[in-house]
């Protein structure tokens, strides 16, 4: 059984960092794009950035491209989302999720795997 693990969220004044932490376990993590996505109260969940296998192919939103950065780790089984100079707008809860298959990918249908989600709270 797959699970992931968000961690790392917080509450963090208007540009400042936080680096969140998704930790996998079960299944073949090396095997498998990731992404993290986020939602907003009130609003969709939507697309934040996403990772491939290898972590040789990375994309990104349009609205933090720039601020936020993906990672990974396939030895600690684990994917990164370091985020600077956040804004008020990013405050959401953000979820990691895996890929069906090894690539990246910025559509939530492609993701069978999610974790709880982890808040982040960015104040003015």
């Known amino acids: 059984q797959v699970q992931l693990v968000e961690s790392g969220g917080g509450l963090v004044q208007a540009g400042g960092s936080l680096r969140l932490s998704c930790a996998a376990s079960?299944?073949?993590?090396?095997?498998?794009?990731m992404g993290w996505f986020r939602q907003a109260p009130g609003k969709e969940r939507e697309f934040v950035a996403t990772?491939?296998?290898?972590?040789?192919?990375?994309y990104y939103a349009e609205s933090v491209k720039g601020r936020i950065t993906i990672s990974r780790d396939n030895v600690k089984n684990t994917v990164f989302l370091q985020m600077n100079s956040l804004k008020p707008e990013d405050t959401a809860v953000y979820y990691c999720a895996r890929n069906r298959a090894g690539w990246a990918s910025s559509l939530s249908r492609d993701y069978d795997y999610w974790g709880q989600g982890t808040q982040v709270t960015v104040s003015s």
């Open positions: 990772i491939s296998w290898s972590g040789g192919r990375t």
């Open positions: 079960g299944g073949t993590f090396s095997s498998y794009g």
